[in-house]
């Protein structure tokens, strides 16, 4: 008895000091990395880090077409970015290697392509330098519409791709361990239900 | 040092998943009513030490604590550090389900490998080499994992050498930081719980 009272004191203490780690260390960083694309004009620009926010500098990023064809190949800067000139209207799959093992990627549809593209052709062809007047076509009227969320909803969508590349929530690191624990349950019981029989 | 879903080609996440499975058998069969709870705090240790980030050097590296997880379990290791892994990868999307087995395998190989070699000399009466052993026992069972881990990307990337130095270097502070954590560990074993580090297969010291 005396013995069992002591293991479990034991993995409870051990338990305790492990979260104390976690909640001393925050924020919570570790290894997994995003690439995150988006189409401004003629230009596809990226954005690339490590989850917990650490940029991913000097990576290799390839970029496929649909068939799965290397289009071209760059390195990310100093600040984990890369640009590049669309190189053809097709679906883009854009794929980040940040070496050791490590690796994401981020599709481009080529109707994204195809809208921010054409809108950028159409202002650089001078069309919307006309004062605005009651003769705007439905057309017209749609595609500004569009550039100007654009512009409004990137800070938006920039938000939620750095949500997404946050570290793990202390909720689903307490999960983690909650489940292990629950196995070491499961695994006692069907060994001791084994002795008993 | 997981390995993301979709770097390796298919026969290596097959050798590697395979691999595992043997390690894993193996220590499940040695894992008896005792060593359980054991097995699991040894599990949830691993599971949190790799989000411990060590901001030192220049890539992203993480604790990974496998030197003292295999010290402490030897082939259980295996089972221990599968569950860990697969959490990790459902709940954080490190690595993944499909490189499962290769990953286990690079982390749990290298604990076993320390155990049988370093495992005599931890248990040592002298504090001075039981001590040491542990050091070396948290610095190598990181190197043997970052070799591992270049064996495992020498299909997919250019040249082992070069992805082999670049992972070592990169763990050199995690390595010595593993040295030290396991050799507290051992340290605080000693005084609390001999029994623990002496006979895991019911073997006195």
């Known amino acids: 008895m005396e013995k069992r009272h002591n293991s479990t004191m034991y993995v409870l203490m051990l338990f305790f000091a492990s979260i104390l780690i976690i909640s001393a260390s925050t924020p919570v960083l570790a290894h997994k990395v995003i690439i995150f694309a988006q189409v401004e004009g003629d230009t596809i620009f990226t954005e690339s880090k490590f989850s917990g926010g650490r940029k991913a500098t000097g990576a290799q990023v390839l970029v496929f077409d649909r068939e799965g064809k290397q289009l071209l190949e760059g390195k990310t800067n100093n600040k984990g970015e890369f640009s590049f000139k669309i190189p053809k209207l097709t679906d883009l799959r854009i794929v980040l290697n940040a070496g050791m093992g490590h690796k994401a990627e981020w599709r481009i549809p080529e109707s994204e392509i195809k809208e921010a593209g054409g809108i950028s052709e159409k202002k650089r062809a001078g069309e919307y330098s006309q004062p605005i007047d009651a003769a705007l076509s439905k057309q017209e009227i749609k595609e500004l519409i569009d550039e100007s969320l654009d512009r409004k909803l990137r800070p938006v969508v920039r938000m939620i791709t750095e949500s997404q590349s946050k570290g793990p929530s202390v909720t689903e690191i307490l999960g983690g361990v909650g489940y292990i624990f629950g196995l070491m349950g499961v695994a006692l019981y069907f060994r001791n239900r084994g002795k008993k029989a | ?205």
């Not at chain 2, 026969?11 to 998943?17: E, M, N, Q, S």
């Not at chain 2, 009513?33 to 890539?59: M, T, W």
């Not at chain 2, 040491?132 to 082992?160: H, I, N």
């Open chain 2, 1 to 205: 040092m997981h390995i993301s879903e979709g770097v390796l080609s298919a026969p290596v996440l097959i050798t590697g998943a395979v691999l595992a499975a043997a390690g894993i058998s193996v220590g499940l069969k040695k894992m008896d009513y005792e060593k359980i709870p054991q097995v699991a705090v040894l599990s949830s240790a691993f599971f949190v030490a790799s989000l411990i980030h060590v901001p030192i050097g220049p890539s992203s590296v993480h604790l990974i604590l496998n030197g003292i997880n295999g010290l402490l379990l030897g082939w259980m290791s295996f089972p221990s550090i599968l569950v860990a892994l697969a959490l990790q990868a459902i709940l954080f999307q490190f690595g993944g389900i499909t490189v499962l087995g290769i990953n286990t395998m690079n982390m749990a190989l290298p604990g076993v490998i320390c155990y049988y070699l370093l495992r005599r000399l931890v248990n040592r009466e002298k504090k001075l080499i039981s001590l040491t052993a542990a050091f070396a026992c948290g610095l190598l069972s990181v190197f043997f994992s970052g070799s591992l881990v270049a064996v495992s990307l020498l299909f997919t990337e250019q040249s082992f050498m070069s992805v082999a130095k670049l992972i070592v270097v990169a763990h050199l502070p995690v390595m010595i930081i593993e040295g030290i954590i396991t050799l507290f560990c051992v340290a605080f074993l000693h005084r609390v719980k001999p029994e623990l580090l002496g006979g895991i297969y019911g073997k006195a010291t």
